[in-house]
């Protein structure tokens, strides 16, 4: 019994350590918890929108395949599903929303918010490889291929293909640099987090 009561107290006294601010934090315990709180309503809402993304590519790749009788159309609308559906599982591997654990302390909720801030940073940083990346086989296929394997004796239109890949090459790497910008905004609030917590 006597056991018990010392180990309670033991809990009880490193939970109060636990959730007091360390001298020097210019932070509070509940500015954290908000903060934490606002990624991840902000990652939910933004993952959401991705979902919906991926549901729209996928229903209206399955329409192309069912309905236009093109290999080309067909070929480049499978790709463009399996990349869409790559690109929602990549998504909730790496960048899915994490609720804040309950009865988490000062250093536990830095920790925490640290490390979600470092998760979003490291998944925006390589966004070439998991969410554009996967999208640009298939987008190859629709526009090449429709200029490439034109029936026998229809004229071509270059003009047009060199404009249709500028704007896709331009729209890539727009993305591209306003994922790195949040990144580099991401390992901001990393830094100042640190620096308002009394840590290095």
Not at 56 to 75: E, K, M, P, Q, Y
Not at 145 to 151: D, L, M, N, S
Request: overall charge positive; aromatic content about 8%.
């Amino acid at each position: 019994m006597a056991n018990e009561v010392n180990l309670r107290n033991e809990l009880d006294l490193r939970s109060v350590w636990q959730s007091q601010e360390p001298e020097g934090a210019k932070i509070s315990l509940e500015e954290i918890q908000q903060k934490a709180r606002t990624l991840h309503s902000r990652v939910s809402r933004r993952n959401l929108r991705e979902y919906v993304a991926v549901a729209i590519v996928v229903l209206a790749g399955a329409f192309f395949i069912a309905r236009i009788h093109s290999a080309v159309v067909r070929v480049g609308s499978a790709l463009q599903i399996a990349g869409a559906l790559y690109v929602a599982y990549q998504l909730h591997r790496r960048g899915s929303a994490k609720s804040l654990p309950e009865d988490c302390g000062f250093e536990c909720c830095v920790d925490f918010h640290r490390r979600e801030l470092e998760r979003q940073r490291d998944a925006l940083r390589s966004v070439w490889w998991w969410y554009l990346g996967p999208l640009i086989p298939g987008l190859v296929v629709l526009v090449a291929g429709k200029e490439f394997f034109r029936p026998a004796g229809e004229p071509h239109h270059w003009i047009g293909f060199a404009v249709m890949i500028a704007i896709c090459t331009l729209l890539f790497a727009g993305i591209g640099k306003l994922n790195h910008m949040a990144a580099r905004w991401l390992q901001k609030q990393i830094d100042e987090l640190n620096a308002a917590a009394g840590q290095r």
